[in-house]
């Protein structure tokens, strides 16, 4: 998932650089959204351990 929100940024950034400014702003979306999943996947994997009953 982190990869991906990088990829898109590494597009945003050549698309935007090249004058592309619809796509560099649909790519830059994309990476936010795919960034703050990541984020919130990675938290939940953090907590969801302290709550786990052990044998």
């Known amino acids: 998932m982190l990869s991906w929100a990088l990829t ?3 597009i945003a ?3 935007g650089a090249l004058g ?3 796509l ?3 790519s830059v979306g994309i990476a936010k ?3 703050f999943v990541f984020l919130v996947l990675f938290v939940v994997s953090l907590i969801i351990p302290r709550f786990r009953a052990t044998p």
């Open 8 to 10: 898109f940024l590494v």
């Open 13 to 15: 950034l050549v698309a």
């Open 20 to 22: 592309f400014g619809g």
């Open 24 to 26: 560099a702003g649909a």
């Open 33 to 35: 959204i795919c960034f």
